[in-house]
């Protein structure tokens, strides 16, 4: 200390007080040790006892997905109470054992049980959910066996109900255990092994709004793992609920209309895109898919030919057949290529090269102009025209329509079809495009595919006279916690570049379709229809009379429309597979379904949009008084 | 200006003492947090996120050693003024975890301001007391009070029941040093300081539940929701369980469980405890006995009355967050947010330490100069 001379008296005094703040040290330290002494020495055992046999695990509390409401606040999917068993294997003292009494008490495959042991994160503490969706009988049947069943724990959980069972289940889609793959992904980064996520339709789509927020309990267990007490440190939040655009009535009558018969059938607002229905056929019951299915009934489905899971509205791509005539007629129009008087003379075939491309009606339609040509579908004119324009004009007011891209609809896989041109087949096929495969897509056949949503789409686009709206499911979603509703306006896609002459003509020939052409059947007395029929080659080998051919060779129906003609509210697609003209096949399909939209929405007739949501959503209540035909 | 020659001797015995405990301590931690965070699966687990603070903490340890402490202390009263904009940030902004904001989200980070607003603290008070001269209760109390004043405020108002008592602390140790004549009452003061949890504790015990519930929503509204003792409990139980040799690393159930909130950051302590037992522990308070020890040394033979406050002001931050931390977790005072120094994870609680420290090595590297 030879600076001590340095310092001045402040310094010395202060570092001598120094000493202070060691003897404190000390004295605190010495406390804390013996306060560490009686814990851990004194009181050391009685610890451990409470840390072997009066454990915590943690248990996740799953979440309530949010509900799904139609447009009107009728509940298309909600969650009931059910049970779920879990084992924590640090409290099993004989796996083995275990695993046959679950398996004779509860019916499983013990392969399968040993596999829910083995797999998920966390070490012998975490708790493994074996089986859910147990019946109450099970339950009881596990809970009276309790003291044989160390380890096991009974779990009251929710799980997705669809009350309308098979009706919308497309739509919807349905819910399972998150997969291994999704839970590598940043979206599903939260969620655990057993958590329940939308795999199909809009439970996919909107699964982040819809599947809320997992929770956490801390259970106190006894010995033998079985629940003493909880504390919940972590309530779990419900999804959002979503309120579609779909009214479930329409949807059903839809549906019903398909019955046994494999086909799509759409409905749009085409002011507004909501999507009003929105029917496939075959269908599947969510309910069922929701649960957790053996490998042979996942087989079952997934090998089924009539594929029950294909959404034929959004995924399933046709030949538009004659309903391609509408985009063919602007496009006619609009690239000069005719005029509305320019006649084409059709002798029921047209000859290109050494091939006779054949009319639909044998002996031709005679001297036609372009309104003749739609009201009765005339092949030669299409030809004709076609021919003239060339692929690629074709193709560029085929996309313009919306054709050969998804529509944006609030669905996973959506398909997009083809919209051929030289250039597309040049990438597709690495082949030339052959002038004569230009006549077969004028009339909606050869390389063109569409989805029945998109035509819908397409005819919804010309009853708003030019303007794309993009299709909507979904109109709000609904934070329960704050009841703060998020509103999802119409979004316009576009407006394709057609002048307001052109589509008045279209619309008014469309209009004849029903009256006086090729539609008659859609007529109906309680509102002006607007129509185009189709009929989908699906083969060329055409021999003898139709009911002579097998049934899976035979044409797909098809039938776009709106309605009313004056002021339109409804745009619908028909697409029936296999069942022939679309004249007499779709046309009443999609006459029924537009009355019964006007019957339920009168106001449309005098031109006021049909109100989406007219009360208050009433959960449960299917019963909404309707005047029903 | 014999004080601006620097030791140009390199470390001496001395200071790889000191680094060599602080590491020891360091890796103490590291060991805890991976083993209470092992089973998780992150990519970035956070054994390796804390191993990147302790870097950065290295980086801030070798800035604050090798600059002058005399041109760092001339920035006090600036950084203050930065430190409390701040914390006026993190209460208008902040992001909040368990119903108080403390953070100052930075990226995928987020910064804690009101750790280093204690470091701010002592530089600012040490500075103040090696230039003002000490006549007078305003000069000595009340002055220094009224720059303690505003960061208090702002960092209670988060709240942070555990920031603002070491603000006092620190506030109390420099009273003690320099601000008080009378050596009784800077005992007295001390005492007061270093034995009011204690004494907290026992007025704790005798409240009704209700009333305690009253006085915890009044000063730290989230802490343990729902709860009633819970965590306390299972912080006693973790500690009591590991008895004298402890149930070995990754062997607390207790701890590996989730149902000890906070295993790897607050309660720290407790893993540790219960994986290595009562000799684990005594083996740890050990080690910070001699860190505080030695930095008390470097307090005592600073050559000039800045460099001995600084280390006074240091040690005491460092002693009270010791004491409360592991008291805490022991179920000897109620509980509030402290890390324990160099052990638990965090970011902004590492870097601030080991900045400490550095400044510490600092004060001791100037006194050699005398010598030549």
């Not at chain 1, 000069?336 to 054949?358: A, E, I, K």
Request: net charge positive.
């Amino acid at each position: 200390m030879a600076a001590i001379g340095f310092h001045d008296s402040d310094l010395l005094d202060l570092q001598r007080r120094l000493v202070i703040l060691r003897v404190g040290l000390l004295l605190v330290v010495a406390l804390l040790a013996l306060r560490l002494w009686h814990l851990q020495i004194r009181e050391g055992p009685y610890y451990r006892d409470l840390s072997e046999n009066n454990r915590t695990r943690s248990v996740v509390l799953e979440p309530a997905r949010g509900l799904i409401f139609d447009r009107n606040g009728v509940l298309l999917a909600n969650n009931v109470p059910s049970f779920a068993l879990y084992v924590t294997l640090e409290d099993v003292k004989d796996r083995q054992g275990l695993v046959a009494q679950l398996s004779s008490l509860l019916n499983l495959d013990p392969d399968l049980i040993q596999k829910k042991l083995s797999t998920g994160k966390g070490g012998k503490l975490q708790p493994r959910k074996v089986k859910d969706r147990l019946t109450l009988r099970e339950a009881t049947l596990i809970e009276s066996h309790r003291l044989d069943l160390p380890g096991v724990m009974i779990q009251v959980e929710s799980q997705r109900n669809y009350p309308g069972g098979v009706v919308a289940a497309h739509l919807l889609g349905y819910v399972g255990e998150v997969s291994a793959d999704q839970l590598e992904k940043a979206d599903f980064a939260d969620l655990h092994q057993g958590s329940i996520v939308g795999q199909y339709g809009v439970e996919k789509w909107f699964d982040r709004q819809v599947r809320g927020r997992a929770g956490q309990k801390s259970v106190e267990v006894d010995a033998l793992g079985h629940e003493k007490r909880a504390v919940v440190s972590d309530k779990p939040e419900a999804g959002d609920d979503l309120y579609l655009t779909i009214d479930a009535h329409l949807q059903k009558i839809a549906e019903d209309l398909l019955g046994e018969e494999s086909g799509a059938i759409v409905a749009l607002d085409p002011t507004t895109g909501d999507v009003l229905a929105m029917a496939s056929r075959p269908g599947f019951d969510p309910n069922m898919l929701s649960k957790e299915l053996s490998n042979k009934q996942w087989v079952e489905i997934v090998q089924n030919e009539r594929r029950p899971l294909n959404n034929r509205a959004t995924q399933g791509q046709y030949p538009p057949g004659s309903t391609f005539k509408v985009v063919m007629a602007a496009a006619a129009l609009e690239s000069n290529t005719v005029t509305p008087s320019t006649m084409v003379r059709c002798n029921g075939g047209y000859q290109f090269g050494n091939r006779l491309f054949r009319d639909w009606k044998p002996g031709g339609h005679g001297s036609v102009d372009m309104n003749e040509a739609l009201i009765h579908s005339c092949d030669v004119y299409f030809y004709t025209v076609g021919q003239r324009m060339g692929i690629d004009t074709i193709a560029e007011y085929a996309k313009q329509f919306g054709l050969g891209q998804e529509t944006g609809v609030e669905l996973p896989s959506e398909r997009v079809g083809i919209v051929p041109s030289t250039a597309w087949k040049q990438k597709a096929r690495n082949q030339p495009w052959y002038p004569g495969e230009t006549i077969s897509a004028a009339i909606g056949q050869g390389y063109v595919t569409v989805t029945p949503l998109q035509m819908a789409s397409v005819i919804g686009t010309v009853a708003n006279d030019g303007v794309a709206v993009r299709p909507r499911l979904v109109q709000s979603v609904m934070n329960r916690a704050t009841g703060e509703r998020a509103e999802f306006p119409p979004t316009i896609r576009g407006k394709v570049a057609v002048k307001p002459a052109t589509i008045a003509l279209i619309k008014e020939a469309l209009a004849d379709v029903v009256t006086k052409g090729t539609a008659t059947r859609a007529k109906s007395s309680l509102v002006t229809i607007g129509g185009k029929t189709g009929t989908a080659q699906t083969t060329a080998l055409r021999t003898g009379p139709e009911k002579d051919i097998p049934k899976k060779f035979r044409d797909h129906a098809w039938f776009v429309a709106f309605a009313p003609v004056e002021a339109p509210r409804i745009a619908v697609a028909v697409l029936a597979e296999h069942m022939g003209h679309g004249g007499s096949a779709a046309a009443p399909l999609a006459k029924d379904v537009i009355e019964a939209y006007v019957k339920a929405y009168p106001q449309v007739l005098r031109g006021i949009p049909a109100s989406g949501r007219t009360k208050s959503p009433a959960p449960a209540a299917d019963t909404r008084p309707r005047r029903d035909d | 200006m014999i004080d601006r020659v620097i030791d140009s001797r390199g470390l001496d015995s001395f200071d790889l003492r000191f680094m060599g405990l602080i590491a020891v301590i360091l890796s103490v931690g590291v060991l805890s947090i991976y083993s209470v965070t092992h089973s998780q699966d992150t990519a970035f687990p956070f054994y390796l996120k804390q191993l990147v603070w302790i870097l950065l903490g290295t980086i801030a340890f070798l800035v604050m050693y090798l600059s002058d402490y005399h041109k760092i202390a001339r920035l006090a009263y600036p950084t203050y003024a930065v430190i409390l904009i701040m914390l006026a940030i993190v209460l208008i902004m902040g992001k909040s975890s368990r119903g108080a904001q403390r953070w100052i989200p930075i990226g995928p980070f987020a910064f804690q301001p009101s750790e280093f607003a204690k470091l701010v603290l002592v530089l600012v008070l040490a500075n103040y007391y090696s230039r003002v001269t000490r006549v007078g209760w305003m000069h000595r109390v009340v002055l220094p009070g009224l720059i303690v004043l505003p960061g208090l405020l702002l960092i209670l108002k988060q709240p942070d029941l555990g920031s603002g008592l070491s603000f006092l602390a620190v506030y109390a140790a420099m009273l003690l040093m320099v601000g008080v004549r009378s050596k009784a009452l800077g005992i007295i003061l001390l005492l007061s300081v270093m034995l009011f949890p204690f004494v907290w504790e026992m007025v704790w015990a005798s409240l009704h539940d209700y009333q305690r519930q009253r006085v915890m929503a009044f000063v730290d509204p989230d802490y343990d929701p729902g709860g009633k003792g819970y965590h306390a409990l299972q912080s006693r139980i973790a500690i009591g369980s590991g008895e004298l040799s402890g149930k070995g690393l990754y062997g607390g159930t207790q701890s590996q469980l989730k149902f000890l909130p906070e295993g790897h950051t607050d309660f720290v302590f407790a893993v540790y405890a219960e994986e290595w037992g009562f000799v684990g522990v005594l083996v740890l308070l050990a080690l910070f006995i001699a860190l505080i020890w030695v930095s008390l040394e470097i307090a005592a033979r600073a050559k000039d009355t800045l460099g001995a406050l600084l280390a006074a002001g240091i040690v005491a931050m460092l002693c009270f967050c010791v004491v409360v931390n592991i008291g805490m977790t022991a179920g000897m005072f109620p509980i509030v947010g402290i890390p324990l120094p160099l052990v638990s994870y965090g970011g902004s609680a590492t870097i601030m330490t080991m900045a400490s420290l550095g400044l510490l090595l600092n004060v001791k590297r100037r006194r050699l100069t005398l010598f030549y």
